[in-house]
């Protein structure tokens, strides 16, 4: 999240994103919810560019924050403000009059952007998949298709929340579709009817070569555009399944030729993260046919336990499991599992459909980057609602425009050689050291602790209690700047040699 949005955000944090906004209904140009959407998923820029050119909140008394849900606790006159004085005269490209930067492809089948939702309750019915397509979503990877009876845990989720209430980590016990596989098919068939220009991503999973083989066959015969081979759900039920055929690249192998002799249509594996690396499951793939990758699926969790029922989380009388973690917690190491496949030449070629995490355009970007050609997104469509779209496809094709790519199969892998699996090729000679901004500076003291207790000891404080730097001892770690509550801390322009 850039700098200029931490700030913002913060001070929008009260903001519960309404549905049907009343301060939207009270603003007498409709800009409120908008605004402060952008504010909260990161598209400051493009919100701020594409407000009006006058500021219609000069002389308002501002009726928004009176009818606010939370009435006196979200700023909105002075958030619109600030996009205007501060944000919108630094924005020196217009917004773009059309999504067509945003246009791309999967195995060679066009997508109108590369926003997909992921195999999950939030792509399981037709209204559902739908009102997404009615949104803006290209396209669907459908709840994971099975011959299994499917009976659900209640409850089956569980959180890990920030401070301000928004969902940092998720966990599920979420199974596959509890449809039959006649039910599905005939979902697949109306979506293909009234949505002809939608991505539909069949997600599946067999209990043999023979089921594997036959659910690709179905799949393909009503109206699915490409197979997605479910290797990786950590919920099953029943052993040998999910999971456990992700983590042994004989299974991978063996049940991908087998779906791939049972269509004609792209085939991508989905792969699991609990494995020390997917490079042997994803050339497995490839031995087998596979077209692509979709990574990651969920992480094998426990999120905590109560300490009055000492149960595990979430409880189903009395008793838990093991589950899925995702939301944005688990980004850090997607990007690592996606930087790690799009580097492996063997995979060369291979479409890469990256999740986990993703809840901003910059999230989706990040991944694009480092050899993403889409991307999927579940939980926060499940926290925010299929109109994140909005904020997603307006936001990516605003950096696009404003770096000069004409398409965002241009950005494709662009970061992918600045990373290294290991930290040996990195460069130890010179030190960036911290810069202090007292104006900024509350003198709180964190960073003194910090670094006294967790670094190097290079920080004292002044007469006013303000940082001051120890040059001979620090290292530039840049803890400091972390846990600094005021981001009164930034970085000096010029690096300084070791030896000197």
Not at 212 to 223: I, S, Y
Request: hydrophobic share 40%.
């Amino acid at each position: 999240m850039s700098f200029e949005n931490k700030i913002y955000r913060s001070e929008a944090v009260n903001c519960v994103l309404c549905g049907n906004a009343r301060c939207e209904q009270a603003c007498p140009v409709k800009l409120p919810a908008k605004a402060l959407r952008g504010i909260w998923f990161d598209n400051s820029r493009y919100t701020a560019a594409a407000l009006p050119v006058e500021n219609p909140c000069v002389n308002c008394s501002a009726p928004c924050e009176k009818a606010c849900v939370r009435a006196g606790r979200v700023p909105i006159k002075a958030l619109m403000t600030r996009l205007y004085d501060d944000v919108k005269p630094a924005t020196e490209t217009a917004p773009p009059q059309n999504l067509d930067r945003l246009k791309t492809d999967l195995c060679g089948i066009p997508l109108e952007n590369p926003f997909l939702l992921s195999s999950s309750v939030v792509a399981s019915t037709y209204d559902m998949c739908a009102r997404a397509f009615e949104a803006g979503w290209a396209g669907a990877a459908f709840k994971t298709i099975c011959s299994l009876d499917i009976h659900e845990a209640s409850p089956r989720f569980s959180a890990i929340k920030g401070s301000s209430g928004e969902i940092i980590g998720f966990k599920n016990i979420e199974q596959l579709s509890d449809h039959s596989v006649a039910e599905n098919m005939e979902i697949f068939r109306r979506l293909k009817q009234n949505y002809p220009t939608k991505f539909i991503l069949a997600s599946i999973m067999g209990k043999d070569e023979a089921e594997w083989e036959e659910l690709a066959g179905l799949c393909e015969q009503n109206g699915a555009d490409a197979i997605e081979l479910n290797f990786s759900c950590p919920n099953m039920a029943e052993g040998g399944l999910g999971s456990d055929i992700g983590q042994v690249p004989e299974l991978v192998e063996r049940f991908t030729k087998a779906a791939k002799r049972g269509c004609k249509i792209p085939v991508l594996v989905k792969l699991t993260p609990n494995v020390a690396s997917m490079i042997p499951a994803g050339e497995a793939a490839k031995r087998g046919g596979a077209d692509g990758i979709a990574a990651i699926n969920t992480i094998k969790s426990i999120t905590g336990v109560n300490p009055h029922t000492l149960v595990a989380a979430p409880a189903v009388h009395g008793r838990s499991a093991l589950g899925g973690y995702s939301g944005n917690a688990v980004k850090p190491i997607a990007l690592r599992f996606i930087s790690e496949l799009a580097g492996d030449k063997a995979l060369a070629g291979m479409h890469i459909s990256g999740m986990g995490g993703i809840e901003t355009w910059q999230d989706a970007l990040e991944f694009i980057l480092l050899g993403s050609g889409s991307v999927q997104v579940t939980t926060a469509v499940m926290q925010y609602g299929y109109r994140i779209i909005d904020e997603l496809t307006s936001g990516l094709n605003y950096y696009l425009a404003e770096k000069g790519y004409n398409s965002v199969r241009d950005a494709v892998g662009q970061a992918l050689d600045t990373v290294s699996a290991t930290t040996d090729v990195l460069e130890r000679d010179t030190v960036l050291f911290p810069k202090f901004d007292h104006d900024k500076c509350i003198g709180c003291g964190r960073c003194v602790i910090s670094c006294s207790d967790g670094g190097h000891s290079a920080i004292k404080p002044d007469e006013n209690g303000k940082p001051k730097l120890i040059g001979s001892k620090c290292v530039g770690c840049h803890l400091c700047l972390l846990v600094c509550p005021e981001r009164a801390i930034g970085t000096a322009k010029k690096r300084i040699d070791r030896n000197k």
